[in-house]
């Protein structure tokens, strides 16, 4: 009978902890892809209905043979899962593909900040994210926080491994909160210093309030300087 080789997973890298690759915007590691002509959809907003609307096609060509995409090796551990949104959530900007996948809006979470910053303010979905009274946000929950809600969920789908992404339940996804620092990071990235308006961002974020009274944001991490708000 032949032996069935020993699996071994794929090697870690280093990486940056995760605000410092929202900062940065990137993980400090690329891929080279080699580039095409292809047929990309074509957006225009809807003065009318207020959305962003598809009409049609457009065929996109490279200026480079070459583009070289942020590369997200594998961590050794997954210490942190990451959701980009708005603070206030809207109907118009619920993933459809979310829906389709019969997952529940809000659940997705990932292990890569800079994954779930992209979710945070969208060109795509019209002003998703950039208006002030609803900026977007990112949400966090360790690994250690999700086994000690409910240990028995979190073994079996093999939280703290990296196997990227997951979509919480409610119980534990109501426990998520706004991570005050990230949130500003990724703003001030985006939009940059004169349009992210962040002081009002701020008071926007701290008056958030969960339904129990409880306040729905964090600086970074629960502990040390939190502990002192």
Known sequence: MARVPKYKAPKSKPRFPGLIELALGRTGYTRKIRTSPVQMPKWVYNNKTKQMEQKGTYTFIPDKKYYYYPDFPMRGKVNKYWRGETLHPEEEFISKAGLEANQEPGSWH????LEASNYVVRGSKGDMGAQVTNPGVIRSITADEIYKIDPVWAKENF???????????????QQAKIEMIASLIVRLRKMGLTKSEIFTTVKQIMSKRKSSGEKDWKWFNRGGIVSLI
Not at 110 to 113: A, D, I, L, N, R
Not at 160 to 170: I, K, S
């Open 110 to 113: 990932s292990p890569e900040p």
């Open 159 to 173: 939280i703290g491994e990296p196997m990227g992404n997951v979509n919480l339940p409610p119980h534990i996804r």
